[in-house]
C-alpha cells in the first residue's frame, strides 16, 4: 500500500492514459456519481415539501433514479479496485465492513426507488418510512465512504 502511495505521488497529474488505466483509478471517480445524485435527491425531495413544489419532487425521484442506474459501474469498479490495489487481499476487516456497507447502501438505494415509484404511480407523497429509509441509507453511505477512505489511503487511521 505505501508503495502505491509512493507511486501515486510521482505520476504526471496530467497523463490521461496512466490516469485511465490505472487499474484502482476508476472506483473513486465513478462512486462520487450514485453518491452525489442520492444526495441531490434527497435534497430536492425535502425543497419539495418544505416549499410545496411537486416539480422539485420529480426532479428528485429522477436523481434516485440516476444513482440507482450508476450503482452497478460503482460495485464494478469497486471490485476492480479490490483486485488490483488491494491484490485481492482477504476480506476481512475495514475491507469487509466496507463491502458490507456498500451492497447495504446498494440495496436501500434500489428499495427507495421502488418506494418512490409506487408512491409516484400513486400520486402522494412519500411517507415517513420513505424518509426513515433515507436516514438509514445517508448514514450508512457515509460509513461507506469512510471506510473506503481508510483503505485508499486518503484517510490515514
Same mark, same amino acid.
Given at each position: &500500500?505505501?508503495?502505491?502511495?509512493? *507511486?501515486?505521488?510521482?505520476? +504526471? ?7 485511465? =488505466?490505472?487499474?484502482?483509478?476508476? *472506483?473513486? @471517480?465513478?462512486? *462520487? !456519481? #450514485? $453518491?452525489?445524485?442520492? $444526495?441531490?435527491?434527497?435534497? !430536492? ?8 413544489? #411537486? ?7 429522477? +436523481? ?29 476487516? +475495514? ?12 440495496? =436501500?438505494? !434500489? !428499495?427507495?426507488?421502488? &418506494?418512490?415509484?409506487? @408512491? ?7 411517507? $415517513? %418510512? ?18 473506503? %477512505? $481508510?483503505?485508499?489511503? @486518503?484517510? &490515514?487511521?
Amino acid at each position: &500500500m505505501k508503495l502505491f502511495l509512493a *507511486h501515486a505521488h510521482s505520476l +504526471n497529474p496530467f497523463d490521461l492514459k496512466a490516469a485511465l =488505466l490505472a487499474g484502482h483509478a476508476q *472506483h473513486p @471517480v465513478l462512486i *462520487h !456519481f #450514485p $453518491i452525489g445524485l442520492f $444526495i441531490a435527491s434527497v435534497v !430536492f425531495d425535502l425543497v419539495a415539501v418544505w416549499r410545496k413544489q #411537486p416539480i422539485l419532487a420529480t426532479v428528485g425521484y429522477y +436523481n434516485l433514479l440516476g444513482a440507482a442506474l450508476t450503482i452497478p459501474f460503482a460495485i464494478a469498479t469497486g471490485l476492480g479496485a479490490w483486485q488490483w490495489q488491494l491484490e485481492g487481499a482477504a476480506i476481512k476487516g +475495514n475491507l469487509r465492513l466496507h463491502m458490507i456497507c456498500a451492497l447495504t447502501s446498494a440495496l =436501500l438505494i !434500489f !428499495f427507495l426507488c421502488w &418506494m418512490r415509484l409506487r @408512491v409516484r404511480t400513486k400520486g402522494i407523497s412519500p411517507g $415517513i %418510512g420513505y424518509w426513515t429509509v433515507t436516514l438509514i441509507a445517508l448514514l450508512t453511505i457515509t460509513l461507506t465512504g469512510h471506510l473506503g %477512505g $481508510i483503505l485508499s489511503g @486518503v484517510e &490515514m487511521s
